[in-house]
């Protein structure tokens, strides 16, 4: 159950990262997200969240927030998996 929705609450996706520095950032959206990735050197959420804590404030703000959900997903998926055992 890892990427499905825990409490109706789905796991953040690397779509969901792009697509807050795309709006955060703006028009300098897609140089900001081509840097992260190149920075990351992969394109998976697990890379590139430590490469956007270390880019702009900004940036280290979507980090954050996806963090959470990151976080928030995880532990709520281990008590779906506790409850429904």
């Known amino acids: 159950m890892t990427d499905e929705a825990s ?3 789905p796991r953040p996706t690397v779509e969901d990262a792009r697509e ?7 028009g300098d959206g897609p140089r900001v997200w081509d840097q992260l990735v ?15 804590q ?7 703000l ?7 959900r990151v976080t928030a997903h995880s532990q709520l998926t281990a ?3 506790t409850v429904r055992s």
Not at 54 to 60: I, L, M, N
């Open 38 to 52: 190149r920075t990351a050197g992969d394109s998976t959420l697990e890379r590139l969240l430590p490469a956007m």
């Open 62 to 68: 979507c980090a954050l927030a996806l963090q959470i």
């Open 7 to 9: 409490y109706g609450l």
């Open 79 to 81: 008590a779906y998996t």
């Open 20 to 26: 807050a520095v795309y709006r955060v950032h703006g």
């Open 54 to 60: 270390s880019a702009d404030p900004t940036t280290r």
